[in-house]
């Protein structure tokens, strides 16, 4: 049995664990066997907001030990393999410690708040042998994988164009210090990068207009262009801005040479050029889900990371540094190193 051990109790932390405990009811086989957040006291009996709904708002924690420093739940644990879901200013350097100490780390989006730092994680986890993912979700979102499935079998011909839309109101706490969570740029924004550069490659350049709108959280509103030689045209939007009603949205439009595929957070609508559309059967599974069967049967099978490896989650970091710095002047067109 995989041992786990779970580092973060907030919303993500709740989201992971809901999983875990879906897929310990299915047989798999894991034990979760620690949490560890800092709060835990309050958080053991209290709320954890975020853009989706978990199971439950208050959890019962009493089947697991509890710690409130990670270090400690390590050496009173025997652990194989660690969540982590802190925030983005710690996921570097805790990363790198784990993998030294031998777990397998399984680490929330963004990787880091650089590419320096994510470059450092995908070298230690390359020279201690230990698995590290990072929970880019969209890539194991449904409606995302069919995507990726159209894009690379060509069944409609090339991509000429390509939308891709998140939003929501502003998150709180450290989320709204930008040298902690990187801004709606960096923990939001980086979804769609994400999709864009694991669907077409690195781009050339990007331009980027952003503005800010939450004081002290840097672009909360932006909207960028990647750059291909081939001509086809790309844009991605992310806003924190959306308070009353509105809730949370996620969606794309990508255009073919042959049709055009549409999703509006929830439904996959192909609309073919030469022929009726359509909705295709698509799992009804969250990426949350996906990606973490696909993280423990990499472990448990001693499988290779190939989704999702660190380089790649490294490399999109690289490009949001190159809209970072393209916001900076005004949209000005920078290559991505």
Partial sequence: ???????????????????????????YPIGLKAICDI????????????????????????PY??????????????????DLAV???????????????????????????????????????VRTGNKLMIGQCLRFWPGYEYLKQCVE?????????????????????????????????????????????????KPS??????????????????????????GKVINAQADWTLEGDFGFYMGYRVNFERGNITFDGS???VNPNDAPGFVPELSSDSGYYGELVYFLNAVIKD???????PESTAATLAVVQAEAKSAAQAGAWISVE
């Fill in 1 to 27: 049995m995989l041992k786990i051990g779970l580092i973060g109790f907030g919303f993500m932390g709740r989201m992971h664990f809901d999983n875990y405990i879906r897929l310990i009811s299915e047989g």
């Fill in 39 to 62: 709060r835990i006291d309050e958080l053991k009996d209290g709320k954890a907001s975020g853009n989706m709904s978990t199971s439950q708002e208050v959890y019962d924690l009493t």
């Fill in 65 to 82: 030990n509890l710690y409130d420093h990670f270090e400690k739940m390590i050496a009173a644990e025997e652990l194989d393999m660690i």
């Fill in 87 to 125: 925030p983005t200013y710690l996921h570097a350097e805790m990363s790198c410690f784990l993998l030294e100490k031998g777990y397998h780390v399984m680490c929330e989006k963004p990787m880091a708040l650089n590419a320096e730092d994510a470059g450092k994680m995908a070298e230690t986890a």
């Fill in 153 to 201: 079998d060509r069944r409609y011909g090339a991509v000429t164009e390509g939308y891709f839309y998140r939003g929501s109101g502003s998150p709180q706490g450290w989320f709204l210090d930008e040298t902690l969570s990187g801004g709606c740029l960096l923990d939001m924004h980086i979804h769609d990068t994400d999709m864009i550069q694991y669907l077409f490659g």
């Fill in 205 to 230: 350049k990007v331009s980027t207009l952003g503005r800010n709108v939450i004081p002290g959280a840097g672009q909360d509103l932006v909207s960028s262009h990647y750059y291909y030689l081939d």
């Fill in 267 to 269: 439904t996959v609508k």
């Fill in 303 to 309: 499988q290779p990371i190939q989704v999702c490896t």
